[in-house]
């Protein structure tokens, strides 16, 4: 049906993707703390009694550290600490600031700045940056500014920074994989794109969830929450891991069937209907595997879960079964394209069916003989050997050889 009306089924793919992903463009990141605990453990009470107590800030103090100048008198220190003090008071965001504190040599000082607001609110990352690049210069001190709070948001900021040129070794590395694999550049940038969709919905289903607050109930959040920034570093990796794994999976088919009918529609046709199984039963094993995680306290795991699970999901029905075969029986041939000069696959270039070897059977066997599949290049069958072991582990088959491109299953 797919292959048949394509242009339809990928609209409307693409866009319920993109609907997925819009709210990946308001992520916020940060990080997650005592105050998004559950109210039923101590730390989570103990968190709320110190910000009714003493302010929301109080519980992610800022500590300032003064590197004083040598040879200065105790009067000029103080005078300078004071001055310090009371420029840090002043500035907006800033709830109070403790005295001073001064080591027994007069070189070191700490004052804590207590802000008010809380430590996963964007106002206090705000505060940090402001403390950093506009209160602290003009005083020509030495100063640092450390603590768990602005410990947080440094980490942050480092991993956000980092963030695209994972991406973009990781999204390269594939590209050329592919391209070897299948001798196509066509797939290679197709799977690329694809992995990247199902990326870029995960986020966003992550964001609505636990930033928005649509359905946070569900997974056992009262409250928005920041997300951390190692938690789409992580959801990156094992997403465009899985998601290149069914891609493999499914184009193998599709091109052994492309080589034997040199019909490009009725090739997606064949993978389609051979692999929809697999892949929808592999899926759901992830789904219930990774929704499971769900029930943990920590928020951040249920990040992970509601991510993964979201993930596999969107991959293997909307993505998988829907918007690659749509994109594959648009392309046609084209979907097989590499420039000149490339290597090609020996097949490519003969118009008969690949043929088989049927190894010679053993009348002392129990078991009946084993299927013949036909030969294939080196990077294919290794892609079709680990796609047969997971067949295998799923169906309850049993694989009894894979060996140069020849593989027997029961």
């Known amino acids: 049906m797919v292959s048949s009306h394509p242009w339809p089924w990928g609209i409307a793919a693409l866009v319920i993707l993109g609907l997925l992903a819009v709210p990946l463009f308001s992520i916020r990141f940060g990080q997650v703390d005592a105050g998004t605990d559950p109210t039923s453990q101590t730390d989570r009470r103990a968190y709320d009694l110190i910000a009714s107590g003493f302010g ?51 070189t070191t000082a700490v004052l804590n700045v207590i802000p008010t607001t809380g430590p996963q609110d964007a106002a206090t990352t705000d505060l940090v940056g402001d403390i950093r690049d506009d209160v602290l210069p003009p005083t020509k001190l030495t100063t640092y500014v450390t603590g768990s709070t602005a410990g947080n948001v440094d980490f942050t900021d480092r ?8 991406i973009a070794a990781v999204v390269f590395l594939a590209l050329l ?19 990247l969709l199902s990326v870029a919905a995960a986020y966003g289903v992550v964001v609505a969830v636990f930033q928005w607050g649509w359905g946070s109930s569900l997974v056992g959040v009262d409250e928005t929450v920041p997300i951390p920034a190692f938690v789409p570093m992580l959801m990156f990796a094992i997403i465009f891991g899985l998601s290149t794994d069914y891609e493999v999976f499914l184009l193998s088919r599709v091109h052994e069937a492309y080589l034997s009918t040199k019909d490009s529609h009725r090739s997606v046709a064949i ?26 306290p920590d928020p951040t795991v249920k990040m992970l879960a509601v991510g993964m699970a979201a993930s596999v999901l969107i991959d293997a029905s909307i993505v998988r079964m829907v918007l690659v ?11 097989w394209w590499i420039p000149g000069g490339w290597p090609r696959s020996s097949h490519a270039s003969t118009s ?59």
Not at 159 to 166: A, D, H, K, T
Not at 177 to 195: C, D, E, H, Q, Y
Not at 330 to 335: C, E, F, Q, T
């Open 177 to 195: 994989l592919l391209t070897a694999a299948f001798r196509s550049l066509s797939i290679g940038l197709k799977a690329a794109a694809m992995n």
């Open 325 to 335: 075969p749509s994109v594959m029986s648009i392309l046609g041939d084209r979907a």
């Open 271 to 296: 993978g389609i209907g051979s692999t929809a199984r697999v892949i929808t039963t592999a899926a759901a094993i992830m789904i219930v595997v990774f929704t499971s995680f769900v029930i943990d």
């Open 56 to 106: 929301p800030g109080a519980n992610g103090p800022l500590t300032v550290v003064v590197s004083l100048p040598s040879g200065q008198s105790s009067t000029d220190t103080q005078n300078t600490l004071s001055s310090l003090q009371q420029t840090l008071a002043k500035t907006a965001g800033v709830a109070s600031v403790s005295t001073p504190q001064v080591n027994q040599a007069g």
């Open 352 to 410: 008969r069916a690949p043929t088989s070897t049927h190894p010679p059977p053993n009348p002392q066997s129990p078991y009946p003989d084993p299927l013949p599949c036909p030969a294939l290049p080196l990077p294919r069958a290794v892609a079709l050997s680990a796609s047969a072991a997971l067949a295998a582990s799923i169906k309850g088959l049993r694989v009894l050889r894979v060996d140069q491109g020849h593989m027997a299953v029961l």
């Open 159 to 166: 991993v956000v920074s980092r963030m695209p040129l994972l």
